[in-house]
């Protein structure tokens, strides 16, 4: 069975999806790569953006590698910043 | 003493003086300051308009890891730091502040710059530069 993750999107991602915020259904654990594989698979996101995408969980950006493994966390996909 | 760290992000204009008057006290013997404003070009396109868009509870958790760093690194800096948000912020507005304040030089430039750059990398504040021919272009993300 398939747990629905509740992902917060900004800039460029949200103007993509013409929302802020979007129900992922995946297995878990998932680690941050193959969510934002995922993500921009189901979004029809070109492959050259993988690297332009971080995920944030609890207000901590995630590694690669790092997973999340459970669906009540504050989940978010980050765009390149650009403060300044 | 506990060194000042001031943090905000707002919709409002930023002024420069209200932020140095937040770092200075007697043990300090410089400060400095950074001032970001809205360039009109960018890659050879001329920019008339910047928006800007933040997470804020992020945002300030970001800016506590980098005022850690800071006190890690060069001891007892005093900081104020602010960061408009908002839309169609015209060429010359005044976007972002960085004030440091320091017993010696050296250690607010330093951190200053360091700020900067963290900033840069890892806050979650996007960028939207409006071009001269109507497009729009979030800073950053290939298209």
Known sequence: MKDKLTVELFGILKEIC??????IEV????????????????????KDNISQIRVAVNNRFLSYNDEIKTTNEIIMLIPPVGGG | MQPIN????????????????KVVSPAIGGIVTFIGTVRNNTENKKVI?????????????IMKNIFT??????????????????????????????????????EAYSAN????????????VWKKETFSNGEDKWVGWDY
């Open chain 1, 18 to 23: 013409k929302t802020d915020n979007i129900i």
């Open chain 1, 27 to 46: 297995e878990l654990p998932i680690n941050s790569k193959e969510l934002i594989e995922f993500f921009i698979k189901q979004y029809l996101i070109k």
């Open chain 2, 6 to 21: 001031y943090f905000k992000i707002t919709k409002d204009p930023l002024k420069l003086d209200m932020l140095v008057e």
């Open chain 2, 49 to 61: 308009k910047l928006s800007y868009e933040a997470n804020i509870e992020f945002a300030e958790s």
């Open chain 2, 69 to 106: 760093d800071i006190q890690e690194q060069w001891g007892k800096v005093n900081i104020a730091v602010a960061h408009r948000i908002g839309t169609d912020f015209e060429v010359g507005t005044i976007t972002l502040i960085i004030v440091t304040a320091a017993p010696h030089r050296e």
């Open chain 2, 113 to 124: 710059r360091y700020i900067l750059e963290k900033i840069k990398e890892d806050l979650p």
